[in-house]
Every structure is written in structure tokens, then in C-alpha cells.
């Protein structure tokens, strides 16, 4: 069964730094696109970085320059890199797998900045 683990959320200051992870297991990830979603309560889920199997990444306008998505085939992970957090970066994170008509998602995990 494939599953994805989200961790690394937590509460930061304004400014601060957080990594966020993803453990896949269950499946053979490296050729499935890799995404990094966030929903605030009472919106639409947002995508805010995708690595595709090659490495090819792209971005929301308003994370560009402060967040960095990567992934390591090799042990099943996704990362996402965050800096120069705001307090609308606030949100749960949730990380996506994605391959043709298959998409498998986390449980998320909460990020909140705030002072």
C-alpha cells in the first residue's frame, strides 16, 4: 500500500526557516511527480511546489525565491525547503505523488508563522 508521511511542521517566527519531509513507501516514487500542496481553513487547496521524476521544479509566484523543493530517489523522500516565512505561509502542508491518473496524498502537517 502506498503511503506518504509529511513531517517537520511547527510553529516559526516570521523571517524563520523550516524544512518540511516526506516519507513514500509502498511504491517505486522515483518516477512519480512530487508535490508540496497547503490548505488554509475554509480555502482551496493550493499546489506550491512540483519536482517532476526528472528534478524539474516549479513554483507559486508567492513562494518563489524562498522555498526550494528537492527529492532523493534513492531513500523515498521529498523535501521542501522554506525561508523567509510569512504569516500567510501559514497553512497545512501536504505532500502529493502523482502519476497519470494516480494520486496519492498525506495526512498533512501544520506550519504556522506567526510571532
Known amino acids: 500500500q502506498r503511503q506518504l508521511v509529511e513531517s517537520g511542521g511547527g510553529l516559526v517566527q516570521p523571517g524563520g526557516s523550516l524544512t518540511l519531509s516526506c516519507a513514500a513507501s509502498?511504491?517505486?516514487?522515483?518516477?512519480?511527480?512530487m508535490n508540496w500542496y497547503r490548505q488554509v481553513a475554509g480555502k482551496e487547496r493550493e499546489l506550491v511546489a512540483s519536482?517532476?521524476?526528472?528534478?524539474?521544479?516549479n513554483y507559486a509566484d508567492s513562494v518563489k525565491g524562498r522555498f526550494t523543493i528537492s527529492r532523493n530517489n534513492a531513500k523515498n523522500m521529498v523535501y521542501l525547503q522554506m525561508n523567509s516565512l510569512k504569516a500567510e505561509d501559514t497553512a497545512v502542508y501536504y505532500c502529493?505523488?502523482?502519476?497519470?491518473?494516480?494520486?496519492?496524498w498525506g495526512q498533512g502537517t501544520q506550519v504556522t508563522v506567526s510571532s
Open positions: 502529493n505523488a502523482k502519476l497519470d491518473n494516480r494520486a496519492y
Open positions: 509502498g511504491g517505486i516514487f522515483s518516477i512519480y511527480a
Open positions: 519536482i517532476t521524476s526528472g528534478g524539474r521544479t
